[in-house]
C-alpha cells in the first residue's frame, strides 16, 4: 500500500510563528499567560503549558506578567483591559489576520458596515468584529444570510475569515451581490489556506481512502476534512494514532494524508508509522 502525504501537512507560518514567539517569550519571563490555547492543538497547547504558559479563561490582575495575544487574534477591547489591568502584551497574531483587521477598520471608517464570512464562535471571527466600532454582521453560510438585516444597507464591505473555503465563500458573495448596491469584496483566505485546499480538490480521487489529521477544534482541519469527504467517502478525519481503524485499510491500495495548519509534524508522522505497523 502506497502512502502519499500531502505538500502542505501540517504547520502554516501563522501558527509555527505563534509557537515561537510563545517559546520565546517564555524564555524571558516565566508569567506568560494567554486566553484559551495559544492555536487550535491540544499536544502543542499541552507543551507550551509545560514549558510554563498559563491559560486562562479571562484576565486577572497582571502587574508583572505577560499577556500574549493568540495566532488568531484579540477583540480591541480584550487587549485594552489586559492593558489596563496591568499587562505587557506580546502579540503573535499570525500577520493574515493582522492584515483582516487593517482592511475592516479602514473599510469600516469609509462608512461601510462590515459583513464576514465565518464561523460566527470563531475566535479569529470574534476578534474581527471587537476591531469595529459597529457591530459587524457574521455570515457563515448562503442559509444564514440575515436578509431582512441587508435590506437597509447600502454600501458594505466584506471580508473573510482566513480558514474558509473559498468556493462557499464565493457562493455568499454572488447571493449578496444583487442586494447590495455598493459591496467591495476582500477574499481574506489566506494562502496557506487555499494552497492546503487546493491540494485538498486532487489528492481525494488519487487515493483510494484519505487521512485527514488534526484536532476537532481545528477549523481548517475541518474545511480540509469537508472537502475531501465531499470527493471520496473514504475519508477520515483522526487527532491521533488512536483514531485509527485497521479496517479500513482492507483492499486499499493507495492512503492519501493530510494535516490542518495546527497540526504537528510529530503526530503526522505517528500516524504514518502506524498506519505502516497495521498494513
Ligand atoms: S491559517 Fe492562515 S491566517 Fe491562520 S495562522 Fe495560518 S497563515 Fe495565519
Redesign the pocket.
Known amino acids: 500500500m502506497k502512502i502519499n502525504l500531502a505538500k502542505t501537512a501540517g504547520f502554516?507560518?501563522?501558527?509555527k510563528r505563534a509557537i515561537d514567539i510563545a517559546y520565546k517569550t517564555l524564555g524571558n519571563n516565566k508569567n506568560v499567560y494567554v486566553l484559551g490555547n495559544i492555536v487550535h492543538n491540544e499536544d502543542v497547547a499541552r507543551n507550551l503549558e509545560k514549558a510554563g504558559i498559563r491559560k486562562s479563561g479571562k484576565l486577572g490582575q497582571g502587574r508583572n506578567k505577560i499577556f500574549l495575544i493568540r495566532?488568531h487574534g484579540a477583540g480591541l477591547n480584550t487587549i485594552k483591559k489586559a492593558r489596563k489591568l496591568g499587562y505587557k502584551i506580546v502579540d503573535a497574531t499570525?500577520p493574515?489576520?493582522k492584515e483582516i483587521h487593517k482592511i475592516a477598520r479602514s473599510w469600516e471608517c469609509k462608512g461601510r458596515t462590515i459583513l464576514v464570512i465565518g464561523d460566527k464562535k470563531h475566535d479569529e471571527v470574534q476578534g474581527i468584529i471587537g476591531q469595529l466600532e459597529k457591530r459587524a454582521i457574521v455570515i457563515e453560510g448562503t442559509r444564514d444570510i440575515p436578509w431582512a438585516r441587508l435590506k437597509k444597507i447600502k454600501k458594505a464591505c466584506v471580508v473573510v475569515q482566513?480558514?474558509q473555503d473559498s468556493e462557499k465563500a464565493m457562493k455568499i458573495i454572488q447571493a449578496l451581490e444583487p442586494h447590495i448596491k455598493e459591496l467591495k469584496f476582500f477574499n481574506t483566505i489566506?494562502r496557506?489556506?487555499r494552497l492546503k485546499q487546493q491540494e485538498m480538490k486532487n489528492m481525494p480521487l488519487e487515493n483510494d481512502l484519505m487521512i485527514i489529521i488534526g484536532s476537532k477544534t481545528s477549523a481548517?482541519t475541518k474545511r480540509l476534512y469537508e472537502i475531501s469527504k465531499s470527493l471520496n467517502n473514504r475519508s477520515y478525519w483522526v487527532q491521533s494514532r488512536k483514531d485509527i481503524k485497521p479496517g479500513w485499510f482492507a483492499g486499499i491500495k493507495t492512503v492519501g494524508i493530510t494535516a490542518g495548519?495546527s497540526t504537528p509534524d510529530d503526530a503526522t508522522e505517528e500516524v504514518i508509522n502506524y498506519i505502516k505497523k497495521i498494513t
Request: glycine share 6%.
Open positions: 502554516c507560518f501563522g501558527v495566532a499570525c493574515m489576520v482566513s480558514t489566506c496557506p489556506t481548517n495548519a
